[in-house]
């Protein structure tokens, strides 16, 4: 039995979706209590830390409101030269990195009186009123509503390699980290052969040099359209029936290209040169802790059950950000569908008499 006092709204996870979602209901004063996750050894190998994706970024160029590159310029033209002078000695310079808006965000959730937990929600029970959910740290809470915002991980080889390059090359982001220096002008490696990885290449060529997409197949899973958009693309060139053997590169310079094996003939191998290497082989939602009590989608994310709404197929149990969305993905499409969330949840709350 739960020694903790029965909450308004609980929300699990600490990405742009939850603070949202926790910023509008505390200024809803329903007293939220955010489960932002546990520093452990599991999260940081799974990339499931406090703060998610983000936090595994570097520079955010397309959160709108936070302009990157020497701002000083942007400055004196959004603003009279008085003003321009007072942000400019006050301001970030270089816009905002992925782990400063989320500390920003969830900083402001706090301001407004948010509480947060740093453990994880292991478990749930969720067929009776109200929920009950069970911490790492083996602590019950109960609440009448909860708000899952517990995102999606990036599905990585899982080679070290990889892991030791992370951030020095190794992205699973190409919108997020296409654009930065060591991209720019260079040869780029992309893994997969589903729409993720055409997209991901398409986008790519904007900025690389050439583009090579390695599949360990002879045929795209990505559909024709796409498939088709990047395979006319001159700067891209598929490496078919190759699967990535290593990522090379050193402490100093980063990723310097891939060691690609051959999966028709397993002797062959062959050295692609490459400043970048971007996993796009998946995402995987993070809802195990859900124990399948909430209906998702054939590919594992959580369905939305009402048209244009947060609402999952549990009464009092909402859906916001990269747990629920397998299509747009985006941070600020997170924190939108946070805020609808929040209102979706309120509102829910108040129908219920629990205001
Ligand atoms: P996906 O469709 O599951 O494709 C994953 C790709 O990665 C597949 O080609 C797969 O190879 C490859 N792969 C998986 N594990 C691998 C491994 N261990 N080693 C090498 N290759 C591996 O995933 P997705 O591309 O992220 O797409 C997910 C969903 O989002 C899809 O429904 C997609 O249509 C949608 N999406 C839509 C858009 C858009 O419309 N703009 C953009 C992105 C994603 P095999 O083909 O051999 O299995």
Redesign the pocket.
């Known amino acids: 039995m739960s020694d903790q006092p029965l909450r308004n709204v609980i929300i699990i996870g600490s990405g742009p979706a939850a603070w949202s979602a926790a910023i509008y209901t505390s200024r809803a004063n329903l007293q939220p209590l955010v489960f932002e996750g546990a520093f452990t050894e599991d999260n940081r190998l799974k990339g499931t830390l406090p703060l998610g994706q983000l936090a595994l970024t570097t520079e955010v160029e397309n959160f709108a409101g936070f302009p990157a590159g020497d701002l000083s310029g942007y400055y004196s033209t959004a603003f009279d030269e008085r003003k321009a002078a007072e942000i400019n000695s006050t301001h970030h310079k270089q816009g905002v990195s992925g782990p400063e808006l989320m500390e920003l965000m969830r900083q402001q959730a706090k301001n407004f009186g948010t509480e947060v937990i740093t453990d994880d929600i292991v478990s749930c029970q969720l067929g009776e009123k109200p929920f009950v959910l069970k911490s790492l740290s083996g602590k019950e809470y109960q609440a009448h509503a909860i708000i899952v915002a517990t995102g999606a991980r990036a ?1 990585y ?1 899982g080679l070290e390699s990889e892991e030791r390059f992370k951030n020095m090359g190794v992205s699973a982001c190409a919108v997020c980290d296409g654009a930065l220096p060591r991209f720019r002008n260079q040869p780029l490696v992309v ?7 055409m ?1 991901e290449a398409t986008f790519l060529t904007k900025f690389a040099s050439k583009v090579y997409i390695v ?3 002879h045929e ?4 024709k359209v ?1 498939a088709e958009r990047a395979l006319a693309n001159h700067k891209i060139e598929v490496k078919w029936n190759s ?1 990535i053997d290593e990522v090379l590169g050193d402490e100093k310079k980063g990723v310097t290209g891939v060691r690609i094996r051959s999966t028709v003939d397993e002797s062959q191998t062959e050295e692609l040169d490459a400043t970048g290497y971007f996993a ?4 995987t939602p993070n809802t195990d802790f859900l124990g399948g009590q909430v209906e998702t989608k054939p ?1 594992g994310y959580i369905k939305w059950t009402v048209p244009f709404r947060t609402n999952t197929n549990v009464e009092g149990v909402f859906a916001a950000g990269d747990v629920a969305d ?2 747009y993905k985006q941070a600020i499409t997170a924190a939108g569908s946070g805020c609808q969330a929040a209102l979706d949840a309120e509102r829910w709350l108040a129908s219920q008499g629990h205001e």
């Open positions: 599905n080889l893994v997969g052969g589903g729409d993720s990885a997209e599949h360990r197949r795209f899973r990505a559909s796409m699967v796009a082989i998946g995402h590919n397998d299509n």
